[in-house]
């Protein structure tokens, strides 16, 4: 059975950095993608990052959060990360990391329906 786990998000002030994990039980890892999502009340899920978990791990972003959040991975350990810096209020969401796209490229990451696994999501809070 196949879980996914996610953990540190909370609440921060604006400008703030957080690291959230997402590790992964029961998974065998393919050359599949990996991705952040996140959601605020009263809006749409959003994609906000992907990563290949192939040899060469390809990563994408929202254009929000591009040059400010970094995915990545440690395949040994089964874990994703996205170290988040620079906050904004904006960012407040539940962050959900989601698995088993057969592939990020062509905008394909950022489709949730695409992801077989998701985890429970992690709470982001940024106060300004």
């Known amino acids: 059975q196949v879980q996914l786990v996610e953990s540190g998000g909370g609440s921060v002030q604006a400008g703030g950095s957080l690291r959230l994990s997402c590790a992964a039980s029961g998974y065998t890892i393919r050359s599949n993608c990996m991705a952040w999502f996140r959601q605020a009340p009263g809006k749409e899920r959003e994609g906000v990052s992907g990563?290949?978990?192939?040899?060469?791990?390809?990563?994408h972003y929202a254009g929000s959060v591009k040059g400010r959040f970094t995915i990545s991975q440690d395949l040994a350990k089964k874990t994703w990360y996205l170290q988040m810096n620079s906050l904004k209020p904006e960012d407040t969401a539940m962050y959900y990391c989601?698995?088993?796209?057969?592939?990020?490229?062509?905008?394909?990451?950022?489709?949730?329906?695409?992801?077989?696994?998701w985890g429970q999501g992690t709470q982001v809070t940024v106060s300004s």
């Open positions: 989601a698995g088993g796209a057969t592939h990020c490229s062509g905008g394909n990451w950022k489709l949730g329906d695409k992801y077989t696994y």
């Open positions: 990563i290949f978990t192939g040899a060469v791990g390809g990563t």
